[in-house]
């Protein structure tokens, strides 16, 4: 994870431009030649480490590195045998690896080309255009776990607490949560139908799927609250929504800007668009002192709490910030200080409606 932390942080932060290749369906493909005299994994890991640090690849020695271990049937280079380090590699092999290169070439992902990723342990599907979660994802998904062991009283009529994402995506955080859990439930929402297949085959995958609400919604439709009314009174809020300002969206990564969904990047003029409707939704969902939790753009705290203050009808509170691991302020904790309005009594559904459908 290591890696991809930098490699991600450097897609957010730093310049770029928006790729020739706009689809993640490549038509288009142009490979190098078939390679010749390339036997072996530590050979073939040097020869498109070169390739892709020529045509300017971010972290190519890595990219390299992954492709070929993941043909070779491991998730690093590190953790294969080392006998396969330098056994020879059959032509099927030869093959795989220079089709997964030429997508990396192109400035797809790794977690793209790779079809999978880990998080907080779990290995999840991923496919485009669906979000990939950052590095600093998982600290939120900690923040959270710390929160929920200090509050005894955040629990549901079943023993856990009930919680709320908004955005799922890949159902990266709803998934660990769940997995972290084992009393707590989950309703996830999202407005895209990538997102909602990936979220219901990754709860399959790893056998959640009965502890999980997975619910298509747009939470920016007037009144979208109402269709979550029935699942009862929430503990907790958790939501990394979109919150890069809308100028900033160019210098995102070709990476980024040429694979992934806008929608779950793009927050508006600044970035505070979906995080607005997700304040202004929880007071109507929230049990009394339930908290929501935030990821967000450095510049947010300040504009958060300044526009929480000029709403005081949603009786919420900003209690905590909370630093990434570059020190840079990119978490919120915000808890309702009012009496919950709006939900009925808790009434999750029976388990046999909860089951993933094919």
Known sequence: MEFWGRMLRAFLSGPGRRGATQSWAFSSWQPTQPLSG??????????????????????AQESS???????????????????????????????????????????MPVQYILGEWDFQGLSLKMAP??????PETEELVE??????AQRSHAVGAQ??????EVGCGSGAISLSLLSQLPQSRVIAVDKGEAAICLTRENAQRLQLQDRIRIVPLDVTSEGSWAHLLPWGPMDLVVSNPPYVFHQDMEQLAPEILSYEDPAALD??????DIITHVLGLAPRLLKDAGSIFLEVDPRHPELVGGWLQSRPDL????????????????????????????CPADAWPKPQSARVRG
């Open 38 to 59: 390339l036997l072996n994994a530590t050979e073939l890991v040097s020869h498109w480490a070169a390739i892709f640090e020529k045509r300017g690849i971010p972290e």
């Open 65 to 107: 590195e992954y492709i070929v271990a993941h043909v070779l049937g491991a998730k690093t280079f590190q953790s294969l045998r080392p006998v396969l380090w330098t056994q020879p590699l059959t032509p099927w092999q030869l093959q795989c690896i220079q089709e997964l290169s030429s997508c990396r070439l192109q400035r």
């Open 129 to 134: 255009p669906v979000f990939i979660p950052r």
């Open 143 to 148: 923040w959270v776990l710390e929160e929920v």
């Open 159 to 164: 023993g856990g607490p009930l919680i709320l």
């Open 267 to 272: 927050g508006g003029e600044k970035g505070m």
């Open 315 to 342: 009786s919420l509170d900003l209690v905590a910030v909370r630093k990434d691991f570059c020190g840079r302020s990119r978490f919120l904790h915000i808890r309702r200080s009012g009496p919950q309005r709006g």
